[in-house]
């Protein structure tokens, strides 16, 4: 069985952007308001079968070791934490 190489953040971001953002809204190839890529742009993209089951494992695994720091953080959600804590 020959090995699969695996894909770059770089490569599953540039496909996440052939999804359109259910945050944000940005349409598709268009950059997210802020900066960065917002997270369910990511699920979308998997849901419409661009980004599969691996690619998701590696983007959350990278969130949780902050090694995407391209991924924007809603508008907002500061205050909301600030607020909880
Ligand atoms: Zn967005």
Redesign the pocket.
């Known amino acids: 069985m020959p090995a699969v190489a695996a894909r770059t953040l770089a490569d599953v971001t540039a496909d996440a952007l052939r999804a359109n953002?259910?945050?944000?809204?940005?349409r598709p190839r268009q950059p997210?308001?802020g900066g960065g890529?917002?997270l369910?742009?990511y699920q979308r993209a998997h849901r419409r079968g661009v980004l599969s089951a691996a690619d998701m494992t590696a983007v959350l695994a990278a969130v949780i070791a902050s090694e995407v720091p391209a991924i924007?953080t809603p508008a907002g959600h500061e205050k909301r934490a600030a607020l909880c804590s």
């Not at 953002?21 to 940005?26: I, K, T, Y």
């Open positions: 953002c259910g945050l944000c809204w940005a997210c308001e890529t917002h369910p742009r924007a």
